[in-house]
């Protein structure tokens, strides 16, 4: 299980963390450079999400990516900044990639919520998800599908959809080249953080980015 509790480095500093030197290309996913720590086809690879779910502006000038797992406490804290965040700012563009880390319950509400974006019903089944209390599996999500207005037997049948386990598998790629450590990670430019973040946190970490571009 993932440390879920050690604070967060340097935001440059956890870019590099873990990653060799040079440009290697490891089952189709960059690393990065230690002296660039986010070349385009990495941040191609991460923002670009075509399966998973894009919130906010799709044409925002910030990128802001969560790997997140629904058994993850910090990431179920998180839900109500994230709708903050969107509501405040207009051009901030959201990625969430699903990251079951926490076994098989996890994995199962990773490939339904990424089914339930098909129905157009992922962010009130996403939120109905984190707000589970206790441990999220096949039973409480189905619960919640239920209750978001979700066709069951339909999500059953997307989840087993082969584009939503490569889905699932990419982000797991992303995860590993870069070196993350846990969830959640939080990455916007070239920036990012691990664990409990703030929405001051985040707010910040967004205008880091815009004033990098400045």
């Not at 500093?13 to 990495?42: E, H, K, S, T, Y």
């Not at 799709?58 to 900044?81: H, I, K, M, Q, W």
């Not at 979700?150 to 982000?171: F, G, P, T, V, Y």
Request: charged share 25%; proline share 6%.
């Amino acid at each position: 299980m993932a440390d879920r509790r050690r604070p967060a480095p340097d935001r440059r500093r956890f870019l590099q963390a873990g990653i060799a030197a040079g440009a290697l290309v490891v089952g189709g996913i960059p690393a990065m450079a230690q002296d660039n720590p986010m070349p385009p086809d990495l941040r191609q690879a991460l923002e670009r999400e075509q399966l998973g779910a894009v919130l906010g502006n799709p044409s925002g000038d910030v990128t802001l990516t969560e790997f997140f797992d629904y058994n993850c406490p910090y990431c179920r804290a998180s839900v109500a900044d994230i709708h903050q965040l969107i509501s405040e700012d207009p051009q901030l563009r959201i990625v969430l990639r699903e990251w079951p880390v926490f076994g098989a319950g996890s994995l199962y509400c990773a490939r339904a919520s990424l089914a339930s974006l098909r129905q157009e019903k992922f962010w009130p089944f996403h939120a109905g998800l984190m707000g589970i209390k206790g441990e999220a599996d096949d039973r409480s999500a189905l619960r919640v599908a239920e209750a978001a207005g979700l066709d069951i037997s339909r999500l059953r049948k997307d989840m087993d959809n082969i584009e939503i386990a490569r889905q699932i598998e990419h982000s797991w790629l992303l995860a590993e080249k870069m070196g993350l450590s846990g969830t959640p990670t939080f990455i916007a430019g070239d920036f990012g953080a691990f664990g409990k973040q703030s929405l001051d946190q985040l707010r910040s970490m967004i205008a880091d980015v815009r004033r990098s571009r400045s």
